[in-house]
């Protein structure tokens, strides 16, 4: 009896001790991928998690949908199922509520966009326009659908996102309408399409067109290209765009013709069969901080692919989950001044709020460095980079082509091949044969003049042998 009733109390402290243990939260992590060989390589951690918005009085966020940080630091969020617009600082604290209150009655809006004058332009998606608002959220002017026979007459005006550009036209997406960015005027008046997408070219679809009866052909010439899914842009008026539905250039970089200027046929993101089936990268959002860094928001894999100037990849972080750093359904991004990365979760709500670390900061600056081609300067912080982690691709990467522009060919070679870049070390071979040749080439014309003097001495010794033997023969 006795025995048990220690064997009881013992029990009872180990479960007391279970239930006192605090609930740790998953370590977070990020990696980048080796450009060679295609795999996950670990790095230091990119960024942590700092504020987490989501108390922001009596209403909370309900399914928001968009995100804009102005040039202040100033965060708008599209709350949709509350059929608003809501105004915080950085650290969450609310600075205005705009929509009913000002007698505005948005209906599921879905984007947003702030000028430098603190006027703005709401994505009324259920209502079909665009509404210009003052800093105040009094209404100025809307945007309907314009008249033009290039649109669909039948097709109901649906803006989801918004964007003015440089020269102050409206970018619009319209989720009804697969022809690229809606451009409008001043006047509401229709200026045309931009960065419209193609329906690929398939054989398979081809040979069914061959073989298809009229009714077929019919049903497949209804197919339309795959959709823009949002749009942003930098301080030199390109605009990115992510393009879903694709497997490939799903990230783009569109100049003011609407022609991507990023490397063609490149795969952004990362394919997956963690859930049993092949699953392909839906970049819902792009955000591109002052120095052109990308950070490119997947839904399918709630992760956050972050890209340098020239699209290669820089780090990989968040995930799906329930706890900080990783996201429920994320739904948009943006970046401030500081670098910190701002994400929107629509299913849970909130804000998540990614502070930089040393290690991400170093990559950025060097990264801008060398864009900028001050290619002397970026040495210093990939060295920096590589003092941290010695192994990150990107870093030998950056290193050798500071090297290769300084002309130091041997050592930009080792770089390249630290790298993993096969097209760099070829360069720089070139580069080195070609130097090796010039600076010895009265050498090797010695050489090659020695060379032809000991062969042709050869010859004449074999031929005068062979003479000499067919003497002894008698012939």
Known sequence: MLRRASACFFCLVFLLMLVSEPVRAMPQISYTRDPLHDYRVPIPLAYTVGEVIMNIGQKPFNKASDLFIDSKGLLYVVDTGNNRIVKLDPKGRVLGIFGEEQGVKLNGPEGIFVDELDDMFVADTGNGKIIHLDPKGAKIEEFVRPKTSLMKGNANFSPNKVLIDKRGYLNVLDRNDPNGFIMIDANNQFRGYLAANHVPFSWQQL????????????QLSKAVPPQHANLTMDEEGYIYSPTVLIDKDQIKKLNALGTNIFKKDTFYGEKSIESGSLAMPYFVDIAVDQYGIINALDATSRKIYQ???????????????????????????GVDQQGRIFVLDRDRNNIQVFEPTRFSELIHQASALYFNGRYEEALKPWHEVLQIDE?????????????????????????????????????????????????????????????????????????????????RLGY
Request: no cysteine.
């Open 307 to 333: 890209y340098n100037q020239e699209g290669n990849l820089l780090a990989v972080f968040g995930g799906h989950g329930s706890v900080k750093g990783t996201f429920e359904y994320p739904s948009s991004i």
């Open 207 to 218: 040979l069914i067109r061959l073989l298809a009866t009229p009714e077929q052909k019919e």
């Open 391 to 471: 192994n990150y691709p990107l870093a030998h990467r950056g290193v050798a082509k500071a090297l290769y522009k300084q002309e130091r060919w041997q050592e930009s070679m080792a770089e390249f091949k630290l790298a993993g870049d096969q097209e760099g070390y070829s360069d720089a071979f070139g580069q080195y044969r070609r130097q090796y040749m010039k600076n010895h080439f009265g050498w090797i014309l010695l050489i090659l003049a020695l060379l032809l003097y000991v062969l042709y001495f050869i010859f004449k010794r074999l031929r005068g042998l062979a003479q000499m033997i067919v003497r």
